[in-house]
């Protein structure tokens, strides 16, 4: 029988297959797709487990050692480094510690297998979204710690991926517990803290054992980032992130409302020594000290240091107030260095702002001294036999082509050493380091404690010479301990946290030498308190001690000194710009002055100060001296019977 066919002898197509139904399709499909994850899996691992890192590592910690700075008394000034405390029991902690980290950075940290896709989804939605800017990860507290203990903060997508890697085989490896028991432990706080335990004790001054359910919270939302929601530097946002913790812990029911309320009645109170940030830039300075006389630590150290807390606090204090009241006047910048007679540094203010500029214009910046220097120039004099009533002629003068010119463009003419270093008159200390030489003058500063080059040009008697705070500090500490070297030093000991000493100043400390002699001493000190009582200084003046000092006051106004003292302290202030532009017309006798005198206010009924030592010698008669005639009346005058000539005594004249 001849088969069927269809029209021009084809066969017909064959009938379509059987439909597998909807059981037979997703068995289909699953098959599919788990071939396919299979395939993209195993790609996964090839292309990003290929340089994982050693995980064999897990519990070994890795860090700088740590160096805690103590001041005068033993109190903490600052730690460097990073700090690490004993792994605390997460049984021991409050429940609602873990529980506030859970609630702001994994709410679903018991349901994932190590990662959240959907978190992981809205994270590459904003990626997408927001081109330009750091990667979002939505990483869980399981990932964080993967990278935390394996990986770099580097935000990259092949970073990412081995941090997934990681997370999933955490989970594997160790429970819920374990994991986020690892996580508090090891996570970063900022201020050098790692772990709960030593961020407690940095920010509280506890164990965390003892913290409350505020402080649990501040903690927990630092983790959004340590240093911009540190409660030290950014309190206000440390506040608001705290709250949103709060509110997350009662909507995932970690805490009650009721419980919330409470934790805004209990005041979170910053540990405050921290919280002041005192001395920053007195620790970066000793710091550099400390790495050259024991080396880079191996291990964990304390530096007891020559800092006072107090009086450090009272510099700072009067710095950042006198910069705001001078802004008008366009002062930027001050420093200011206090160190007694034997050298010890106890304050150090390197500028207005820490946090704005980290720039330490104490010791690394090199500003002209002004009349500041002039002390250098008498002091050279009286050494060769002038007196502080030696006649002298206060009118115009040329050396070479060079004429210095008095600020009020007037001349006194005849008138004594005295009061031409009262009142800052140039022409008789141009004249007077043109005399004895400059050369001497260099010679004299040098000795005294001036580190920095000296030009010898005849400019240099009016303080065309670029020093530093506290070189000013060291070279006038001379004049306040008896005549005595005094470098200042900020660091008394090194020791390991053991208690094995590395460094001892006292052990190493040299020999004092006399650097001033009899009667010059006497002299200067006796002309320097006329600056401070009458003078060019009356601003810094404090009612009931004995005090001598020096203005300074550069070409343009570009900077200004008062450097003073008292028995056996001193105090050196510098105010300016970044910029070297001139300010609107400060002196010595302003700004500076007044912040000195704001500083040394509060601090000297702190100290056990005495008189300037070495006493005031008798001048001997001067004839024909009017001027000290007019000064002096019938008798020898003390400081406090001093009656200044009418010359305005904030202004000096400027160097050029």
């Known amino acids: 029988m001849a088969n069927a066919q269809s029209p021009g002898g084809r066969r017909p197509p064959p009938a379509p297959p059987r439909g597998r139904g909807p059981l037979g399709a997703l068995v289909y499909w699953t098959m599919v797709l788990g071939v396919w994850g299979l395939i993209f899996a195993v790609g996964f691992l090839a292309v990003f487990a290929v340089d994982l890192p050693d995980t064999s590592k897990l519990y070994d ?20 480094g990073s700090q690490y405390a004993p792994p605390v029991d997460l ?25 959240n896709p959907w978190g992981i989804a809205r994270s590459q939605i904003y990626n997408v979204t927001h081109k330009g800017g750091p990667l979002r990860g939505g990483s869980t507290i399981t990932q964080q710690l993967a990278r935390n203990l394996f990986l770099t903060p580097a935000q990259t997508y092949r970073r990412k991926a081995q941090e997934l890697i990681l997370a999933v085989w955490l989970e594997a490896k160790f429970s ?6 690892l996580y508090l432990n090891r996570v970063y706080f900022g201020a050098g803290a790692y772990g709960i335990e030593a961020a407690s004790q940095r920010y509280f001054g506890k164990p965390a054992s003892q913290l409350t359910l ?8 630092m983790m959004k980032g340590p240093s911009r929601y540190s409660p030290v530097s950014a309190t206000e946002r440390a506040e608001q992130r705290a709250t949103v913790v709060l509110g997350e812990m009662v909507r995932s029911g970690a805490i009650t409302e009721a419980e919330k309320a409470e934790a805004f009645k209990t005041p979170v109170r910053v540990n405050p020594v921290l919280a002041n940030q005192r001395a920053q830039y007195f620790t970066d300075w000793v710091d550099d000290q400390v790495r050259a006389l024991v080396g880079e630590p191996t291990e964990d150290l304390v ?9 450090q606090a009272a510099a700072e204090d009067a710095i950042r107030k006198g910069v705001a009241a001078a802004k008008n006047e366009r002062v930027e910048q001050a420093a200011l260095v206090a160190l007694d007679g034997e050298g010890r540094v106890r304050a150090y203010v390197g500028g207005a702002s820490y946090a704005r500029s980290q720039f330490d214009r104490a010791t690394m910046a090199r500003r002209q001294a002004g009349s500041s220097f002039k002390p250098f120039v008498y002091l050279t004099a009286m050494e060769q036999g002038r007196t502080p009533q030696t006649p002298v002629a206060d009118e115009p003068i040329k050396i070479g082509n060079w004429e210095p010119k008095n600020y009020t463009g007037r001349y006194l003419g005849p008138i004594t050493l005295q009061t031409a270093l009262a009142q800052s008159i140039n022409t008789v200390a141009a004249r007077l380091a043109n005399e004895v030489g400059t050369g001497n003058v260099a010679a004299t500063a040098r000795r005294l404690g001036i580190t920095s080059r000296i030009q010898l040009d005849p400019s240099m008697a009016l303080g065309a010479v670029e020093v530093s705070p506290m070189e000013m500090a060291q070279a006038y500490a001379p004049f306040a301990n008896g005549g005595f070297f005094a470098k200042g030093y900020g660091v008394e000991r090194i020791r390991t946290t053991a208690g094995r000493v590395l460094y001892d100043h006292s052990v190493e400390k040299p020999e004092r030498r006399t ?12 002309m320097l308190r006329q600056v401070v009582s009458g003078g060019t200084g009356t601003r810094a003046r404090v009612a009931g001690f004995d005090l001598a000092g020096k203005t300074g006051t550069t070409s343009d106004y570009r900077d200004a000194w ?12 510098w105010v300016g710009r970044d910029d070297n532009k001139s300010m609107r017309k400060v002196t010595g006798g302003g700004a500076p002055a007044g912040m000195w005198h704001d500083f040394m206010a509060a601090a000297l009924p702190k100290l056990r100060t005495q008189p300037i030592p070495g006493g005031v010698i008798a001048p001997p008669p001067v004839e024909n001296d009017p001027i000290g005639d007019l000064i002096a009346g019938d008798g020898a005058a003390t400081p406090e019977e001093y009656v200044p000539l009418p010359i305005q005594p904030e202004h000096e004249a400027a160097p050029f």
């Open 214 to 221: 505020g402080e649990a919270a501040l903690l927990a939302g």
């Open 91 to 115: 049984d021991k902690l409050p429940s609602y510690v873990p529980k506030a980290f859970i609630a702001i950075e994994d709410r679903w940290f018991y349901w994932h297998i190590g990662f």
């Open 176 to 181: 819920k517990k374990e994991i986020l028991s």
């Open 562 to 573: 008062f450097v003073g003292y008292t028995g056996g302290f001193v105090t050196a202030v």
């Open 303 to 311: 530096v007891e240091t020559t800092l006072d807390l107090p009086l």
């Open 61 to 80: 910690v890795k860090r700088q050692p740590s160096i805690s700075y103590l001041d005068r008394s033993g109190a903490m000034v600052a730690v460097r």
């Open 515 to 526: 650097v001033i002699g009899s009667p010059a001493l006497q002299y200067m000190n006796q």
